[in-house]
């Protein structure tokens, strides 16, 4: 089997917390690596190749573990229709990481070259739309009109709050509320897809609807503060781009907003304009990295993880419920 295609969860021995998720569900995620594969006919075979190295290339699969885990609590995990829901999450976070890489001028992901660095914008973004569209494909197979709906305003979420990154005043992005609303509308969003359309699709209950969605929520917020915590705090050939890479492109994060609270603003402050020069970029990720601001945003992602596992309490207990507590402690804990 080619590295790039091996079963993310032989990738991810090294977490116990990912263990009993990923033994729970390791024949419906062969399935769902299968379908992802499944693409419809592009011409050139050079194409095909490059787009099927994007979607085989894995990452964590966290979002179709999840839906898959959910579908396992409400007992509908054999339901082919679950593994295309999956696929479908799945093959979106794919598409948004195309065109962000194109936004964000990023040559490398994952420790590979992007498409955007081997291909024209027109090309990349053509790519970008291709899988969106098969994403699309799979949430319709579904064939259940509430789920489809769902699927088709996450991924108007996603793109009104990339484009209203795009037009967002300076001041304004520097504030917490603004932050949470970019970090839901970029990865919430998606993790919100995988639980509540899974229960849509598994006839959860009203109240285990409501549960389902705050827990998709925490959990991606979660994903993403911890997510910008490793941008300063990992090790570069990790995160498979420069430490403090998001401070460098203007993007504000927790920590920074952090450090400006407890520390003041003034000697960040080229930084939160996004006029510094690589040196004095370098000296303030620095001191973001060695200051309170990093536990600071620990504290505060662990309080909204304590809120996604509060919430599962609606259900009864599981090896199902187990794995989704699990996968909490690992979002939260995780160091790449």
């Not at 660095?117 to 027109?122: G, R, S, V």
């Not at 229960?199 to 998709?216: F, I, K, P, R």
């Amino acid at each position: 089997m080619n590295t790039q295609e091996a079963h993310p969860a032989a990738q991810q021995q090294a977490s116990p917390k990912l263990k009993h998720a990923h033994h729970l569900v390791a024949e419906q995620m062969r399935e769902v690596e299968a379908t992802l594969r499944e693409l419809p006919e592009l011409h050139p075979p050079e194409l095909r190749a490059a787009v099927l190295n994007v979607v085989s290339a894995g990452g964590k699969r966290i979002r179709p573990t999840l839906t898959l885990l959910i579908a396992g609590m409400l007992n509908c995990l054999h339901d082919r229709r679950v593994i295309d829901l999956a696929s479908a999450v799945e093959m979106l976070h794919t598409a948004t990481l195309v065109h962000d890489d194109l936004i964000d001028g990023s040559l490398m992901r994952r420790g590979t070259q992007t498409l955007n660095a081997i291909w024209t914008p027109a090309a990349t973004v053509l790519t970008g739309d291709y899988l969106f569209a098969y994403a699309a494909n799979l949430a319709a197979r579904t064939d259940i009109p509430r789920v489809i709906s769902i699927f088709a305003d996450t991924l108007s979420v996603i793109v009104a709050g990339e484009l209203q990154q795009q037009f967002t005043d300076l001041a304004l992005r520097t504030t917490r509320d603004d932050y949470y609303r970019r970090i839901y509308n970029k990865t919430a969003s998606m993790f919100v897809l995988a639980t509540t359309a899974c229960g849509v699709m598994c006839a959860a209950n009203e109240n285990q609807m409501a549960a389902l969605h705050d827990y998709g929520r925490d959990l991606g917020i979660v994903f993403q503060v911890m997510d910008d915590v490793l941008d300063f705090t990992g090790a570069q050939n990790n995160l498979g781009k420069p430490v403090g890479s998001d401070l460098r492109r203007g993007l504000i994060t927790l920590p920074v907003i952090c450090y400006a609270e407890t520390h003041g603003a003034d000697d960040i402050a080229c930084a939160l304009r996004g006029e510094c020069d690589p040196q004095e970029y370098d000296q303030i990720v620095e001191r973001i990295r060695n200051s309170d601001a990093i536990a600071l945003a620990i504290r505060e992602a662990e309080g909204i993880a304590n809120n996604a596992r509060a919430v599962l309490n609606v259900f009864p207990p599981s090896p199902w419920r187990d794995a989704l507590h699990e996968l909490v402690d690992y979002t939260l804990k995780r160091s790449h």
